[in-house]
C-alpha cells in the first residue's frame, strides 16, 4: 500500500519522460507509507531494459532522508517499453521487503501505466496505490 500526492505522481512521470527511452530510476520517502519528498536518481546503466542507481545519489538520499525523520517508503523506475510489471531482474534485485517498488510504464506514451507491487523472497503481490488530489 502507498499513498502518493498527485503532485510527486507528476514529478515522478515527468522525470520518467525526461530520460526516455532510458528506464529513470528513483526513490520515495515518507512516513507510513505516505510518499512526501521524491528523489529522482541517475541511472547508472543509462539502459532501456533495466537500472542501477547510481550509488552515491542513493547514499546522499538515504542519509537526507535519515537525518529528515523519513524512510524509503517506495524506489521507483520506469519500463519504456514494457509492461508495469516487474522483469526477473527487477524481482531478482528487490532488496528492500518493506519498500514498495513502482513501476511507470510508457508504452503508452500519454497515458502512463503506473502500478505498485511488494516483492519479498521472489514473491511479487501488486500493492494498492492511492493518488491523493
Ligand atoms: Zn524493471
Redesign the pocket.
Known sequence: MLTISLDLLDEMIAHCRSVYPE?ACGLLAGKDSVAEKIYTMTNAEHSGV??MMEPGEQFAAMKEMRQEGRTMVAIF?S?PDSPAY??S??VELAFYPDACYV?VSLIDPDRPEIRAYEIAEGQVREASLRVLD
Open positions: 528506464e533495466s537500472y523506475h519500463h516487474p522483469s531482474k527487477d513501476i
